[in-house]
């Protein structure tokens, strides 16, 4: 079993900075890709960024120049680093994973965390 625990959402004021973190625990033998998504009240989860096992990234056009996605393969975790932050930030950030080796016979697992309310004040 694999547990995804998000940390670091909180309440900033507009252009202010936050660092989201997810960090992976179980059964894990690699990570693969790992991402982040939001949802906002009344909204669609929508896709925000990613990262291959490679360090290969993708942005959501809305975040790409603001925010940075980055890993930590050793101590099986992603993090989000969040700048020039926005009230249409506003959301609750999700880590999701893709994939994740948990044996040596070949299974994996995928699966979201249980979410990181990030609001952002005008």
């Known amino acids: 079993q694999v547990q995804l625990v998000e940390s670091g959402g909180g309440l900033v004021q507009a252009g202010g900075s936050l660092r989201l973190s997810c960090v992976a625990s179980g059964s894990i033998v690699r990570l693969n890709d790992m991402g982040w998504y939001r949802q906002a009240p009344g909204k669609q989860r929508e896709f925000v960024a990613r990262?291959?096992?490679?360090?290969?990234?993708h942005y959501a056009d809305f975040v790409r120049g603001r925010f940075t996605i980055s890993r930590h393969n050793a101590k099986n975790s992603v993090y989000l680093q969040m700048n020039s932050l926005k009230p249409e930030d506003t959301a609750v950030y999700y880590c999701?994973?893709?994939?994740?080796?948990?044996?040596?016979?070949?299974?994996?697992?995928?699966?979201w965390g249980q979410g990181t309310q990030v609001t952002v004040s005008s």
């Open positions: 999701d994973a893709d994939s994740i080796l948990i044996d040596s016979y070949g299974s994996t697992w995928s699966g």
């Open positions: 990262i291959t096992s490679d360090g290969i990234t």
